[in-house]
C-alpha cells in the first residue's frame, strides 16, 4: 500500500491538547504500518519548522522517533515542505531517515503515475501570498531569520502561523468548486499535457477525489487536524479515507 498524508500542523497554537494531537498522528503511522510500502507526508506536517545549525524545534518527539523506526523497518517515508515548515536544512534527512522534496514530484508505483505536491505555491491569484511565499523561500531571508535567538524565532513562527489560519479560516475548508478550485483547474491543465494518472495536493484542507478527463485524477488530501483523512493507493486504485481514533483534539 500507499499512503498519503498532509497538513498535520503539529505543535499548532489552535490546537489546545498538543500532546493528544501528536498520538493520534502516531495512531494513525501505526495503523498503516503493517501494509506500507511507502508513506507521504504531503506538507505541513509541522505547523512551524525552522533548523538552526545545532538546534531544532522542541518537541514531536514521539512523532519524530515513530517515523524514524517505520524507517528502520523499511519503509519509505516522504516528506515534503510546505507553507508553514519550509525550513529544512539536514535534520530529517540526517537523523530521521526521511526523503526531503523542495519541489513537486513525480513518481510510478505499478503502472500509475503520480504527480505529488504540497501545492501553496500553485496558481495563487494572492499576490500578497505569493510575496511573502518569495521571502520565506529566500536564502537571504533565512539566513537573517537564523539570526534571531531560537526562542524568539519560534514564538514569532507559531503567532505568525496562528494569525495566518485565522485569518484565512473563511476561505481554508471549502471548497470553491471545480470551475475556481486552483489546484482542480492547475490539474486539469497538467493532465492534458503530461502522461500521469492521479495528481495529488494537501495545502487546502478539504478532502476531494475528483474525476477528471480520461480517468485522470485530482485529489487534495484534506487534513489531519480537524478532518483526519488520508489517501491510499493498493496498487490499481486510489480512495480517501477517514482515520476514526478515540483520541479527542479540543481546538480554540
Known sequence: MVYFLSD???????????????KKLVAWLDSVKHDAKVIYLVGDIFDFWFEYKTV??????????????????GIEI???????????????????GLIVHKEPFLVQHGSKKFY????????????G??????????NTAQKLFRL???????EFGYNWSKNNRLKHQAYDNK????????????????????????????????ALDLQLKNQKRVAILGDFVSAFTYGVFDGENFRLEYFDNPSVINHQ
Open 148 to 154: 534571531l535567538p531560537a526562542q524568539l524565532g519560534q
Open 116 to 127: 505529488i505536491a504540497h501545492g501553496d505555491g500553485i496558481s495563487v491569484d494572492d499576490h
Open 8 to 22: 498535520a500542523h503539529l505543535g499548532s497554537l489552535l490546537v489546545k491538547d498538543k500532546r493528544a494531537h501528536e
Open 56 to 73: 531544532v524545534p522542541k518537541g514531536f518527539v514521539r512523532f519524530l522517533g515513530k517515523v524514524a523506526e517505520l524507517i528502520d523497518s
Open 78 to 96: 516522504h516528506f515534503f515542505i510546505g507553507n508553514h515548515d519550509i525550513w529544512t536544512f539536514g535534520y530529517l534527512e540526517k537523523e530521521v
Open 175 to 206: 471548497y470553491l468548486g471545480e470551475d475556481k478550485e486552483a489546484l482542480v483547474l492547475f490539474a486539469k491543465k497538467y493532465v492534458e499535457t503530461h502522461d500521469v494518472d492521479f495528481v495529488i495536493f494537501g495545502h487546502r484542507h478539504i
Open 129 to 138: 501570498f505569493k510575496f511573502i511565499r518569495k521571502i520565506f523561500h529566500s
